[in-house]
């Protein structure tokens, strides 16, 4: 109840006003009595104080003082009655203007004990209607999804019993639905500014408001917004209103409406995931060759959108390491796990939409799984490459600078059966491992046979450094300048087949200097520079120089 509906009340009808006019719009929750100037340990917030003021009859400049901390605390007011005070002190009114506290002269007729109890009256009489009318609301949200309606309707409704505008935005603020206020052109201009507040609202179970601005028609310069919860974020029921203050009833029938609209979602959420799930049992079958036959496998695809012999191709997407993430922060609980699967699910799957693609999305634990479908591509396997490489690069650069989220991609060789997706899927997992291993981020990586760089990348960095260094033994020893001289000629021997003409031409210098170098390395690593094995084992040591190095 706020303080002027309470001065309306048969024992507070004679009392006055005298000054702090602009905080008669304050709720007040409670009423209380002071004895003592002390009361500002006690005082709580939204209670309206009445005094007689006995205490400070000699000493008004300790009321003067007290006004200031009162509203500081979150009083409402001061009721006084003037028994031992001819008039409120002209201090006391101007401090009170000053920070907006009203000062209410009582009647002299009407004892405080009085007082007080037909205000508590009149405070639950109220609650006790907020209540109720909260209980009736709630009973009419429920009433139209028991009769097969859904959120638009509990939306209008709302809008109704508010008598204002509502929208309702997801977690992407995403219009999901809106009242018909927002067919008219004025309303649906605001809608850019509405979802820019909404962004900046935190994810708590509780209403805000945030100032529109005076760009809003009749002058609705509010945003009240209450966010929508399941297990996770869903999004936030928004109204607008002409005050920056929450009156109880509006803010509990949104609040009856959110909890409504968050039961609705869950459900629509819980036949998405059983979908979903049986959709993933698909893949898993299929990876794993419990497909019976090809005629079951085109069968059960069709449903989730898996054409029959089309070409396609498997595209691996796993989230990226979390950097910087210290050692001893708690890891995520399974629901917050659940929520970044779920929100990541559903960025991809727009992002691909939205570029036009036919693909079936599945979820194999923390890695999601895309099968593309090339049906439309006329293009050559390299330039259709090339395309695909930009396409998810963008997708990529959207998803870190936009949604905040680091992934990286494996993409498989195509397709041209359904029964070869586990041949395409191995492919797209071996492309993201041998990615992931070099330790790159965000990467895009296709499947290619294995160059021998990328086998001995496989091997721990110490197996490779052992190698190595049995590999030139004496000749690592030596002084950075000599011994990269003759790690030169022999690399440059190597490049050269084995030619000493040509490897001299190549480091211009003397045929006799090469042949002496070459000697001297023979001498250093105790191996033969023509001898077939060796000659291997150098070619592989340089590239393993290449891995140790980069590490």
């Known amino acids: 109840m706020i303080l002027a509906e309470l001065l309306k009340i048969p024992f507070l009808l004679e009392s006055k006003v005298i000054c702090g006019f602009q905080g008669l719009g304050r709720t007040v929750r409670s009423v209380n009595m002071m004895d003592a100037p002390d009361i500002i340990d006690f005082v709580k917030p939204e209670e309206l104080l009445i005094t007689t003021a006995y205490a400070l009859k000699d000493r008004p400049e300790e009321l003067v003082a007290l006004i200031p901390e009162l509203s500081a605390a979150g009083c409402v007011g001061l009721g006084i009655k003037k028994r031992f005070w001819a008039a409120i002190p002209q201090e006391a009114i101007a401090v009170a203007n000053e920070v907006g506290f009203p000062l209410i002269e009582l009647p002299l007729n009407v004892s405080l004990g009085d007082l007080i109890n037909q205000a508590i009256d009149a405070i639950l009489d109220k609650h006790t209607d907020t209540l109720r009318n909260a209980l009736q609301s709630h009973r009419q949200f429920s009433s139209l999804i028991l009769k097969g309606q859904g959120i638009p309707e509990i939306v209008r409704d709302l809008a109704g019993l508010l008598d204002s505008p509502v929208v309702l935005l997801d977690q992407r603020l995403n219009l999901i639905s809106a009242s018909s206020h927002f067919q008219e052109q004025a309303y649906q201009d605001l809608l850019p500014q509405i979802r820019e507040l909404a962004g900046q609202l935190p994810n708590e179970e509780r209403t805000s408001v945030c100032c529109l601005g005076d760009a809003a028609p009749g002058a609705l310069n509010y945003i009240v917004a209450h966010p929508i919860m399941t297990y996770q974020p869903q999004g936030f029921l928004l109204t607008l209103q002409q005050s920056v203050e929450l009156q109880q009833l509006p803010v509990m029938i949104m609040e009856q409406a959110a909890n409504v609209i968050s039961f609705e979602l869950l459900k629509k959420q819980a036949v998405k995931e059983r979908s979903r799930r049986y959709k993933n049992d698909l893949f898993t079958d299929i990876v794993n060759g419990f497909m ?86 006329r293009t050559a396997p390299v330039h259709a490459e090339r395309m695909l490489r930009e396409q998810l690069t963008e997708i990529s650069d959207n998803l870190y600078h936009k949604e905040n989220i680091s992934v990286s991609f494996g993409v498989g060789n195509p397709i041209d059966r359904l029964t070869d997706i586990p041949v395409t899927y191995k492919e797209a997992v071996e492309a993201w491992e041998t990615a992931h291993n070099s330790k790159k981020r965000r990467f895009i990586q296709f499947y290619h046979v294995k160059k021998l760089t990328d086998l001995l990348r496989m091997l721990p960095v110490e197996e490779l450094k052992k190698y190595y260094n049995d590999t030139f033994k004496e000749l690592n020893r030596l002084d950075e300048k000599e011994r990269r001289e003759l790690m030169r000629t022999l690399i440059a021997y190597h490049d050269n087949n084995c030619q000493i003409a040509e490897t001299a031409k190549q480091l211009f210098v003397h045929r006799n200097t090469v042949v002496y170098r070459l000697e001297k390395c023979e001498q250093l690593t105790g191996r033969k520079i023509r001898n077939t094995s060796d000659n291997l084992r150098f070619k592989v040591a340089y590239l393993m120089e290449q891995l140790i190095d980069a590490d």
């Open 292 to 377: 019976t036959s090809e005629q079951e496998l085109i069968h059960r695809g069709k449903r989730y959108g898996l054409s029959e012999n089309s070409p396609s191709l498997c595209i691996v997407i796993r989230q990226d390491d979390e950097l910087g993430r210290r050692e001893f922060a708690l890891p995520p609980s399974e629901e917050q796990q659940l929520s970044r699967r779920e929100e990541l699910y559903e960025v991809l799957k727009d992002a691909f939409q939205s570029r036009g693609h036919s693909f079936v999305l599945f979820n194999n634990k923390d890695q999601f799984v895309l099968i593309l479908s090339l049906s439309g591509s």
